[in-house]
Each structure stands twice: as C-alpha cells, then as structure tokens.
C-alpha cells in the first residue's frame, strides 16, 4: 500500500491541518510517513504545497517524483493546477473551487478544468459552502480532506481517529464539528463517484 | 517502540535535550529556527532550566556555547548557513582550542535558496576547520547523530558539525527515541593553555588539531553512518551525500542498485572505503545536496584516471536541491512523460501583511525618493526587503545583515548625498550597531531609518534583541539626541513621517530615524499563545 498526495494552497490557509490528521492517522496505523513542508518565505501569501507520502512500507524520497502522485489535494482551484507534473496518469484531483485571490490577473480556469476533465479524475468541490451548510464555517479544510478520502488507501475510521487525535485538545465540540465537516465532504465524492 | 512524529529539525532539538545538553545557542534563521523553538516549548528541557534563549547573532551565540562547553557541559549553538558567516571568526578558532563539554553546531543550509541569499553548503566549513561533520539522509538519523554527536566530540575533543539541508529539516517523519541522559557536572579543563590561542599556543594546538587528522579519517572508515552497498554491475560506482541517497533509492523501490554504492554520512571522507569502490568500478557518480565538495575531491584534475561525474561534468544540475527526478535522469531511468501545467498560471510573489508597518515607512520614503531621486537607499534582511519589489520598488540593496548602514556609508564617503539606510530592529542588533558606532567616528551625512517591528518578523515573529531600547542604543554609541527622531508607522501619519524624513536629509551628518509599530503577525501571535496558556 502507498498513497503520495500532493497538497496545495496559499500560505495562511492551512493546509498542514490536513497533514497533521493524516499524519496522526497513519502513525496509530504504524505505516511509514513523510511529509514535506514549506517553511518560511512562501508562508507570507505565497503558494504553499507539501508532499505527503503513506506507505506500509520504509520510504525513502521526502519528495514525491514527478508523475507518481496519487492525489491532488488542494484547497484553492489554481493551485490544483500548479503541481500538474507530479501526478501519476492514473492519479485524481479533488481541489476546493472557493478562490483565494490575492494577486492581479487571476486566470479564467473553467475550461482548463473541462479540458483536464477528459484526461484525469477531477472532484470540484465548493468545501466553504459545505462547511457553513454544516455549521462551522472554519472547516472546509476537513471537507476536503473528507472529499479526498475515497481516493486515500487509509480506512475511514482511522482517519476520523486522526482528526480526533490532533483536534481533542480544543474539546469535544471541535472534534464533532471538523468529523461532520469529513463526512459532508465525503458524501459529496461519493454522490458524485 | 513508540514513535513521535518529528520534523528533521525537531528530531534535532528532541536528541540534543535527550542527550543532556544544558543549553542552546541560537540567533533564527530559515530553516533552522524550529530547533531552538522546539527546546523552548519542551517541558523536560524547560523543567532541567536548559538555557534557550536567542542570542544576538550567531557570533555571539556560537562563543556562548563555546563558554558553556568549557564550563564542562553540553552545548549546541544553531544557525542558518549564512549564519555561519557571521560566526566563522569563533568557528575557526574553536576547531583549534577544542572543547571539553561536547559541542554540536548545527547548521542548516538552504538549496535552491528557499529563503536565503545564496545556497553555500557549510561542509566547506567543516573541511576548512577540520573538524568532523555528520550529514543525516533522515530524520531518524537527524535524532541518531545528533545524540551520538555530543559523546564524540567529547572522545575527539573537537566540535563537532550538524549539516542538514532545508528539505530534512522541514520534512516529518517517525522517529524513535533513545533514553535521556543526565547533564555533565561544571569541571574545567584539564589543560590550563586549552583555550589561550597566544601564537605560542595556537602553534601547540592547531599541530594537535592535524595530528588528530588521521584518527578522525579511521573513525569515518568505521561510522555506522558511511556504509558500502555490494551491487553487480561495476560500469558504475555511486557515491551519494545525505539525502541524496534518498532519491537514489527512490528510483529502486525494490532496493535492487545494481551498482556499489558508498553513502556518506560523516566527514572527514573514509578514505580505504572510496578506494575500494574506485578499484572495483570503471566510473564514478557522485550525488551530493549542496556544493559539488566530495565531486571535486574525487575529480580527476588532469584527466588521467577514472572519471568522476555529477554537478560539475552536468550529469546533475550545477545548483539548486535534488530531487529523485535528477537522479532517474542522470542513471538513464526512462520516465512517464508528465501532464505539464497550463500556462495561463499566474504565481504569488511574497507581500508585506495587510496593516504592516513597513508599508507605511515606503510609502512616506517613496515620496522623498521621488524628489531627491533613486538608487540611494540601502536596506537590508528582514520583510522589509520585500521594499525591492512592486508597489514600491524602494530599496536598491539586500546583501547581508548589517550591510544597509555600512554600504551606505560607503557610498556617502564616495560622495553620494543623500544616502538611506533602512534596517529591521533584529538586524539593527544583530549586526547594525557596530556600522553605526563607525558612522558617528566619521560624522558621516547618512540618515537612517530603523523600522522597528518590535520582532524578528521574517522568521516567525521571535523576541528582538531590541527591546524598545534602540534609541537609547543609539545615544549611547554617540548619535546627536535632536537627531534621534520617532514616528509611528500608520497611514494616517504620512504626511508626520516625509516632513521628519525630510528635515534629517537636510541635516549633513547622522541622523536616526526610528518607526515604532509592533508587526501585526507578533501582536496575533502573542494573543494566541495567551489564549491557550489561559485554556491550560
Ligand atoms: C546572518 C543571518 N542570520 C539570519 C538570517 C535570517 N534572517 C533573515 S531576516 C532576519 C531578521 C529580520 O528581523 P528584523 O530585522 O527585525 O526585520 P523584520 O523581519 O522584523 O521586518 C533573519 C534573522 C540571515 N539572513 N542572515
Ligand atoms: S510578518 Fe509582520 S513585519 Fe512581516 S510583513 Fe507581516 S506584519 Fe509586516
């Protein structure tokens, strides 16, 4: 089993919440983990991406080679597109179609995503809307995660107990909330699979 | 065994506390910042009064550790590559005076120059102080070096290096723990002469230093970290630095290399194990994160011998980080063609937070600029260096800490008027005093302009050295008082800060302007770090 997920966003919006869950979730499991971060200068509204590599087996590369990736998981829809290079011909894209604009010249990316539709498995996903559908507004990052779940090869219930593990300390409301905000993102996937 | 999940810099921090360090030395810096912070924020080393708090600069933090080392106990001072720059003074010297509690310098350096000025890579260093350095391929060796490296620089009596590149060090991995060990108890130095470097004894202990030479060679020849992988095929024998062993492998998921392979994880270089793998094979190939250092070594200057390839010969890219991508293409391991990226992308430069205070100080000076006209501001490292770029295009120079005050200087002794420096309050302490003290010497005519953050903003919002004292500091290195001026960086005292700015430009000689405004991601930060200490 391996899974090599590349995760993407703009500095600030917290994409390393996702890889703290996972990361939890495969270090109860015992399978070997790396994960990439960015750090410094990019954080300061730069794009941010980290590679994230699951495997019950000993890893070696902390970066994921271009064409292995088996997911795209990002949170902001232009940079799903950023880190095309790094995913495999069999790999998916399940990116959040909520903006984040903050520079000039932001492209028109709909037929980018039309085009790419016909090549690769393509889940658009509106996660801020599901989040404030499902009662908290701050946890879109666990719609997508949720969204992203069917194509991850770690049983749901591990997952879950990684959420709960890396969100316990801010109580148990908190932990409902972001584990409602899973389930909402993978009934999506599922509905639309 | 249970294992933690740790950054490369983490594990760092985790085994320097297990091994009974009684404190760190550290001024921040990208990517090493996290290793100080991890110590601050542990309970064990908070509990054991492990020393952690930020040095000045990174000279100042390296001849800390080295008095702690000499008071008998462990130390480790941390810094980023060009860090190492600012310490090389000490650096060199300690190589020579030796230690007697162990002493690590961990420096990490930055390939592809993620958030540097350039990418050196610090194993120079080593090589020039002659000192042993270890070099972990991942975070479970990051841990493991680390806790062996304060025990062999205690059997060497050498400081001894940490090298790690940014890619391990903000990279997570499981690491497993060894058990902690006691600190060592105050005693002095055997040898009373150990840390006199008169020319008498420098003499003395720099011939002890190259005696130890040979000894340090047999302990790489028998390091658990430089290993001899047997392989078939001897068209090829590999040598691979750190994590580049990592993207070799990466290309051979069954661990089948067909080639020898030499990893090397400590210096100096096992001499007998390179031989073997030079007679054994027709080439060599040498894959090392950083500088071609080892490459050159092996190179073969006049063309006689075996042939050495790598960065210099273009196998491997001349600079930047590796990747295993490089490696499947320098062994000619065909690939999938990959999807490219739609062109229409657009990137996202770096920009100064909404509401920050530097914002405020380039567009009053924006407007200096425009009448005296461009190419007469000096500045320096911090996030006011993003002045260089749109909507401001301000500032003309970013060279090294420090560099703003003393190039502008310069160029006022070339004639140049008028002259701005502009410098964070962090880089003011760390490395601006001593160019301003040089300023007030000569009544140089040079206005600068200390934006004070109150912060080490760039690195992640760390206490400054500065601490609302600057313009006392100023009065006390001698700048005229009526010269030492205030404003506070807002929107709504533009038109306050280009009258101040103005006034000073016509003053010919040193003015010090100070813009006075916390930088907002501290005061959010601060807040947060109150809220939970409430919750706890
Ligand atoms: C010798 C050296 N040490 C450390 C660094 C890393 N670094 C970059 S900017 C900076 C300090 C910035 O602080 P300050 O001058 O107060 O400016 P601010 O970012 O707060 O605006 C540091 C430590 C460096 N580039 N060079
Ligand atoms: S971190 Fe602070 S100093 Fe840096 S850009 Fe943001 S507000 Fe300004």
């Known amino acids: 089993m391996k899974t090599d997920i590349i995760l993407a966003g703009v500095g600030g919006q917290g994409i390393l919440s996702i890889a703290a869950s996972l990361g939890a979730a495969a270090l109860n499991e015992n399978y070997y983990l790396k994960q990439a971060e960015t750090h410094g200068m990019s954080q300061r509204g730069g794009e941010v991406v980290s590679h994230l590599r699951i495997a019950d087996h000993p890893i070696w590369s902390d970066l994921i080679p271009s064409g292995k990736a088996d997911l795209i998981l990002s949170v902001e829809p232009m940079e799903s597109l950023r880190y095309l290079s790094y995913l495999s011909p069999k790999g998916s894209i399940v990116t959040n179609t909520a903006k984040f604009v903050n520079i000039t010249g932001y492209p028109d990316l709909d037929h980018t995503f039309e085009e790419l539709s016909e090549k690769v498995n393509i889940v658009r996903i509106d996660a801020d809307q599901i989040a404030k559908d499902s009662g908290n507004p701050k946890a879109s990052n666990m719609v997508m995660l949720g969204a992203a779940s069917p194509f991850i090869a770690i049983h749901e219930d591990i997952i879950i107990k990684g959420i709960e593990s890396i969100f316990k300390s801010k109580g148990e409301q908190i932990v409902e909330m972001n584990v409602k905000a899973f389930h909402a993102g993978k009934a999506f996937t599922l509905a639309k699979k | 065994m249970q294992k933690s999940l740790l950054l490369g810099v983490e594990a760092i921090g985790q085994a320097a506390i297990d091994a009974g360090i009684s404190g760190v030395y550290a001024y921040p810096g990208t990517p090493s910042t996290e290793i100080t912070e991890y110590i ?87 090589k020039f102080a002659m000192i042993p350095v270890f070099e972990p391929s991942n975070q479970q060796e990051a841990y493991d070096m680390t806790y062996a490296a304060f025990a062999f620089s205690e059997k060497t009596g050498l400081p001894v290096m940490m090298r790690i590149p940014t890619r391990l060090a903000h990279s997570r991995s499981g690491v497993i723990q060894q ?139 001349r600079r930047g980080e590796l990747n295993p991508d490089h490696l499947a293409k320098a062994l000619g391991k065909e690939k999938v063609q990959p999807t490219s990226s739609p062109n229409i992308l657009v990137g996202r430069p770096p920009s100064l937070c909404a509401g920050c205070g530097h914002k405020d100080t380039y567009e009053a000076l924006n407007e200096i600029i425009a009448e005296v006209g461009t190419g007469r501001v000096f500045s320096d490292i911090g996030c006011y260096t993003l002045g260089a770029l749109p909507p401001f295009n301000t500032i003309n120079t970013c060279v090294d800490m420090g560099a703003s005050i003393t190039m502008a200087k310069g160029a006022a002794d070339a004639g140049l008027t008028p002259v701005f420096a502009i410098i964070g309050d962090s880089t003011f302490t760390h490395s601006g005093i001593t160019g301003l003290l040089d300023c007030v010497v000569e009544k140089t005519n040079i206005n600068i302009i200390i934006v004070d953050n109150e912060a080490v903003a760039m690195t992640g919002g760390q206490s400054s050295a500065a601490k609302g004292r600057i313009e006392k500091i100023c009065e006390g290195v001698g700048v005229d008082p009526t010269h030492i001026r205030l404003f506070v960086p807002l929107k709504k005292n533009h038109d306050e800060i280009v009258s101040v700015i103005r006034e000073e430009m016509t003053f010919n000689g040193v003015s010090v302007i100070i813009g006075r405004r916390e930088c907002v991601q501290r005061i959010a930060k601060l807040k947060k770090l109150n809220r939970t200490n409430k919750e706890v």
């Open chain 2, 40 to 126: 601050q924020n542990n309970k064990l080393a908070n509990s054991r009064k492990i020393h952690h708090e930020w040095s000045t600069n990174e000279k100042t933090a390296l001849e800390e550790a080295l008095g702690m080392s000499y008071a008998g106990k462990r130390a480790m001072a941390c810094m980023k590559h060009v860090g190492l720059n600012a310490a090389a003074d000490i650096f060199m010297n300690m190589a020579i005076t030796g230690v007697n509690g162990g002493l690590v310098v961990t420096v990490a350096d930055d390939p592809s120059q993620h958030s540097s000025q350039n990418e050196q890579d610090s194993r120079f260093y080593g």
């Open chain 2, 179 to 317: 058990p902690v060990m006691p600190e060592n108890n105050l005693h002095f130095p055997e040898n009373p002469i150990q840390f006199i470097l008169l020319p008498a004894y420098g003499r003395k202990l720099y011939q002890s230093l190259i005696d130890k030479q040979d000894w340090m060679v047999e302990l790489s020849e028998e390091s658990t970290y430089n290993n001899y992988f047997e392989g078939k095929d001897k068209s090829l024998g590999i040598v691979c630095c750190g994590i580049a062993y990592n993207y070799l492998m990466e290309n051979y998921p069954d661990n089948n290399c067909p080639y020898p392979v030499v990893k090397i994880g400590q210096y100096p270089l096992p001499k007998k194990m390179l031989k073997r793998l030079e007679q054994q094979c027709d080439e060599l190939f040498i894959a090392e994160e950083g500088f071609p250092l080892v490459e050159e070594m092996l190179s073969d200057f006049f063309e006689k011998g075996t042939k050495v390839s790598g960065r210099l010969n273009g196998a491997l890219p």
